[in-house]
């Protein structure tokens, strides 16, 4: 399913629940807004951000049941192509913000990021979206731990004539940003170049294992990463990695 197409089912499905009168006319909700870079981002400090997709939270007793599907209001469908849809509102709103490097949905099993972002759908009806929200570095260290985030749709979303291209739940995708650059200020220049240069190597131990797995040790216990030593700055094999990359 292409991107145009999943942000189209999104738009629609949101309209579908708003004719269906599952999305009330209620008071203007307020407008937050993503907190933007003010001063330019040393590039050793720009973390790249890895967006999953969203787990959908299909109940597995809803799957196969097209009747609890209508009673819970679950569709699994539509529910798949939200969690593409919202990964990728969340995407957009990082990368508008300024304070990150790449951003980019990818599925669950690639994690070669500086920054992982990992979510599932609580709860979507048109009305209100809640999502769990974990996001940790790429030295295994937790930013976010399962929080949760909810928000009330901007009903004006849903009217024709408008025309801002707000997205009815963008104050939850502002309030995740908000949080995971508050939990970036809270470290240091060099603590933030460290998860870089872990990221870099965990990235090269996966693509050759043999050559760059010892540059890294792993903590059975925490599941953290840390860096043992580095490789020559002139090595073809880096260089070629960080091509690839």
Same mark, same amino acid.
């Given at each position: 399913?292409?991107?145009?197409?999943?942000?189209?089912?999104?738009?629609?499905?949101?309209?579908?629940?708003?004719?269906?009168?599952?999305?009330?006319?209620?008071?203007?909700?307020?407008?937050?807004?993503?907190?933007?870079?003010?001063?330019?981002?040393?590039?050793?400090?720009?973390?790249?951000?890895?967006?999953?997709?969203?787990?959908?939270?299909?109940?597995?007793?809803?799957?196969?049941?097209?009747?609890?599907?209508?009673?819970?209001?679950?569709?699994?469908?539509?529910?798949?192509?939200?969690?593409?849809?919202?990964?990728?509102?969340?995407?957009?709103?990082?990368?508008?913000?300024?304070?990150?490097?790449?951003?980019?949905?990818?599925?669950?099993?690639?994690? !070669?990021?500086? *920054? @992982?972002?990992?979510?599932?759908?609580? /709860?979507?009806?048109?009305?209100? $979206?809640?999502? =769990?929200?974990?996001?940790?570095?790429?030295?295994?260290?937790?930013?976010?731990?399962?929080?949760?985030?909810?928000?009330?749709?901007?009903?004006?979303?849903?009217?024709?004539?408008?025309?801002?291209?707000?997205?009815?739940?963008?104050?939850?995708?502002?309030?995740?940003?908000?949080?995971?650059?508050?939990?970036?200020?809270?470290?240091?220049?060099?603590?933030?170049?460290?998860?870089?240069?872990?990221?870099?190597?965990?990235?090269?131990?996966?693509?050759?294992?043999?050559?760059? !797995?010892?540059? *890294? @040790?792993?903590?059975?216990?925490?599941? /953290?990463?840390?860096?043992?030593? $580095?490789?020559? =700055?002139?090595?073809?094999?880096?260089?070629?990695?960080?091509?690839?990359?």
């Amino acid at each position: 399913m292409s991107m145009t197409r999943m942000t189209a089912l999104g738009i629609l499905f949101a309209g579908a629940l708003a004719a269906a009168g599952c999305v009330k006319e209620t008071r203007p909700v307020p407008v937050l807004q993503a907190t933007q870079a003010t001063t330019e981002i040393p590039a050793e400090q720009l973390l790249d951000v890895g967006v999953h997709i969203l787990d959908p939270g299909i109940p597995p007793e809803v799957e196969d049941d097209p009747e609890l599907q209508d009673k819970k209001r679950i569709w699994p469908d539509i529910r798949r192509a939200e969690a593409r849809y919202v990964a990728m509102q969340l995407r957009d709103t990082l990368e508008d913000t300024g304070h990150w490097g790449t951003a980019r949905v990818v599925p669950t099993s690639v994690s !070669s990021f500086d *920054l @992982t972002v990992d979510g599932k759908i609580l /709860e979507s009806n048109g009305a209100l $979206l809640k999502l =769990e929200v974990t996001a940790r570095d790429a030295t295994g260290r937790l930013w976010i731990e399962k929080k949760e985030y909810e928000g009330r749709a901007d009903t004006r979303v849903y009217r024709d004539n408008y025309t801002h291209g707000r997205d009815p739940f963008e104050n939850v995708y502002v309030a995740i940003a908000n949080d995971l650059l508050a939990a970036r200020n809270l470290k240091s220049g060099a603590e933030l170049a460290n998860i870089r240069r872990v990221s870099e190597l965990r990235f090269a131990a996966d693509f050759a294992p043999v050559a760059f !797995s010892q540059y *890294l @040790t792993q903590n059975k216990r925490t599941g /953290e990463y840390k860096v043992l030593r $580095l490789p020559a =700055e002139d090595d073809l094999l880096v260089k070629r990695i960080d091509q690839i990359r």
